[in-house]
């Protein structure tokens, strides 16, 4: 079992570019969630999604998309990206059935944008 | 809206003393999720508490929940090198989103 594995690790890119940040998980879980983590501060969640072909808006959605066209993996996507934007940006995900499960992380994607 | 506030935001300490984190929420939760950040990690999961006046133990880490069931504490005795990191609470928000603290960094002096 690999848990959660995100792609890429790091990533750097300019104003006005635009990226996919890929996570999947093996662990057959029906959550997902997109957090972005920035220097001295918690967790902020962007995007979630509670199954397949379903998502839905967090704390910080703004300047980001999300898909999940298949249950093991949910997308990220930054269609222009700002200087704001740089973060390292977690993925999780947990089971269902008791929505507060613990969350399993993936490793994280560093992006700077320049 | 809800919020979940912790602290200290950092904590130093030597090795060998105590170290705790406090946790304190808006409104009242269902259960409260402690996670452990290493530096340069990602959180992973320690403990979920419930029940009101839960405590829990994690061979040198003890785990709280209040009785109101609005706050919660984590303490961890005689720290060791393998302690630091930052340690975060999460509390159940609306729409399974988890609402996290902002985490106390635990930092042993040399």
């Known amino acids: 079992n690999a848990g959660v594995t995100q792609t890429p690790k790091f990533r750097v890119l300019k104003t006005g570019q635009s990226m996919t940040l890929l996570c999947a998980q093996d662990?057959?879980?029906?959550?997902m969630y997109w957090y972005r983590q920035d220097p001295g501060m918690g967790l902020r969640l962007i995007h979630y999604s509670v199954g397949e072909g379903t998502t839905a808006k967090g704390e910080v959605p703004d300047g980001y998309n999300v898909s999940r066209l298949k249950k093991q993996n949910f997308l990220l996507g930054l269609e222009s990206a700002a200087p704001s934007q740089t973060s390292v940006y977690f993925c999780?995900?947990?089971?269902?059935?008791?929505?507060?499960?613990?969350?399993?992380f993936g490793p994280g994607t560093r992006l700077t944008v320049l | 809206g809800q919020q979940v506030m912790q602290i200290p935001q950092y904590q130093h300490v030597q090795e060998g003393e105590d170290f705790t984190t406090y946790c304190n929420s808006s409104?009242?939760?269902?259960?409260i999720q402690w996670y452990k950040q290493r530096p340069g990690g990602h959180p992973v999961f320690l403990i979920q508490l419930v029940k009101s006046g839960e405590v829990k133990k994690q061979k040198r880490l003890t785990f709280q929940f209040g009785e109101a069931k609005k706050n919660s504490s984590l303490h961890i005795t005689a720290t060791q090198t393998t302690d630091v990191g930052t340690y975060f609470c999460?509390?159940?928000?609306?729409?399974?989103?988890?609402?996290w603290g902002a985490g106390t960094k635990l930092i042993i002096k040399p």
């Open positions: 999460a509390g159940p928000g609306s729409n399974y989103q988890l609402i």
């Open positions: 999780a995900s947990s089971k269902s059935g008791a929505p507060y499960n613990e969350q399993f």
């Open positions: 409104t009242t939760l269902s259960n």
């Open positions: 662990m057959n879980h029906e959550y």
